[in-house]
């Protein structure tokens, strides 16, 4: 596989322009510039977790005695959890106290979820370490920008607009979230069948 198509097949699975609605939702509420800062931030310890999944990944989920699949449903239930308090905000866990991202949901597992730490763990074989690393940050940079730069629309929409902007992140974050149980767990079921 050669560079050009990790980078895209990486970029696809990033899906900045699929996640604008969802980290909107999450993020914007606060001012613009704190929103870029957690944006930020948070972007920035994605690109860690995915670095440390590039170098370390297999070994890591083999010392923990943890299998890929298990990861993407514990992914994909927390993920839910969380679509379920931007949907309905009243019935969130967060009993009304502003709590501000911080790793879960944006870093893990929204950018640097099962399915990207999976192509990162797979595609660091593919070619020299060092090319894929410089592949990896280029990309996650270009989906950064596309993100980062996505909270100008806090600036230009009303509140009720935000928040269906939010409600419709949470809905979009409950599809993924289920697909993401049932596709993991269909295949824990036929590697244990």
């Known amino acids: 596989m050669n560079a050009f198509s990790i980078a895209l097949t990486l970029f696809i699975i990033l899906n900045p322009i699929g996640n ?13 510039q704190k929103q870029r800062w957690v944006l930020m931030r948070e972007l920035f310890f ?17 010392a ?25 905000p009243k019935y969130s866990t967060t009993d009304g106290e502003d709590h501000e991202p911080f790793i879960v949901p944006i870093a893990l597992p929204l950018t640097a ?11 660091s074989h593919e070619v020299n ?18 993100l980062v730069g996505s909270t100008w629309l806090t600036k230009i929409i009303n509140e009720k607009v935000l928040l269906g902007i939010k409600r419709l992140g949470g809905f ?15 295949k824990l079921i036929k590697l244990h069948s």
């Open 20 to 32: 604008i609605p969802i980290f909107l939702g999450l993020v914007g509420h606060y001012e613009l």
């Open 46 to 62: 994605a690109l860690i977790i995915l670095y440390i999944f590039a170098l370390f990944g297999k070994p890591l989920l083999n």
């Open 64 to 88: 923990l005695h943890l299998d890929d699949n298990a990861l993407g449903v514990g992914g994909g239930i927390l993920l839910f959890l969380i679509s379920l308090g931007l949907i309905f």
């Open 113 to 123: 979820g099962p399915g990207s730490i999976a192509a990162v763990m797979l595609y």
């Open 129 to 146: 370490l060092f090319e894929f690393l410089l592949i990896l940050t280029l990309t996650w940079a270009a989906a950064s920008i596309i």
């Open 172 to 186: 979009l974050l409950s599809l993924i979230a289920v697909d993401m149980i049932v596709r993991y767990l269909m």
